[in-house]
């Protein structure tokens, strides 16, 4: 069965320290979300791309967030600088189509923990 | 704006009882409703959805939902619950050209 792949799957980084993460979403799967899931709360959505191109960003701190999707395929979030509040599980989902009545796949997530 | 509210941040069963978990949600138009579970160091999976069909949703592993507009509701059950039925789970709301709002999640515990 096609899965959705992050790494790394665990990340500990120190403040102000620069952070990368990675997902692969299903083949053929046209839209990307990655969340922020805090301990004890629900995922957050940062972005969401459709192919290549970002449909909503408006919760992403763009200050030291930044998110691309460069093929269509594969994308990366970054953190640069850390901050101890950014300590969370960063969570990536793909859909084969966007819009509200499409289910999401996700993957197991990438927990950072910044010292 | 749409927003959702699990009522209960923490559920505790017997094994072999029902499970109730509650979902309300406010939203300005039809919305898509969903159930997604979370195990530990596990993804999260789709239990089942609500996207304006039956009003009454049959999910994954003996659960099911009902979508009572008039009550603004989605409440999440099942007949009888099993130990592997622990975990965290969402309720979701979204809307075309909408945000997709997670709520903050219940806690099933199983007693044995």
């Known amino acids: 069965e096609a899965e959705v792949a992050q790494s790394p799957r665990y990340k500990i980084t120190e403040k102000s320290q620069a952070v990368a993460f990675w997902c692969d979403p299903i083949s053929g799967h046209a839209t990307l979300y990655w969340y922020r899931q805090i301990l004890g709360q629900g995922p957050e959505l940062l972005v969401q791309?459709?192919?290549?191109?970002?449909?909503?960003d408006s919760q992403l701190p763009k200050d030291r967030f930044s998110a691309e999707r460069l093929k269509g395929v594969d994308s990366t979030l970054k953190i640069q600088p850390a901050e101890l509040g950014d300590s969370a599980m960063y969570l990536c989902a793909s859909s084969s189509l966007g819009g509200a009545t499409y289910e999401q796949y996700f993957g197991p997530g990438t927990r950072l923990t910044v010292t | 704006a749409q927003s959702v509210t699990q009522l209960d941040s923490h559920v505790s069963v017997s094994e072999g009882t029902p499970v109730l978990l509650r979902c309300n949600y406010s939203s300005s138009y039809s919305p898509s409703l969903f159930w997604y579970v979370q195990h530990p160091n596990k993804g999260l999976q789709l239990l089942l959805k609500y996207t304006s069909a039956a009003t009454l949703v049959k999910g994954i592993n003996g659960f099911e939902a009902e979508f009572k507009k008039s009550e603004t509701s989605f409440h999440l059950t099942k007949p009888s619950a099993h130990m592997s039925d622990a975990a965290e789970y969402f309720c979701v709301v979204s809307r075309r050209d909408d945000k997709i709002i997670f709520g903050k999640g219940t806690r099933l515990h199983i007693l044995p």
């Open positions: 791309f459709q192919d290549e191109s970002v449909v909503d």
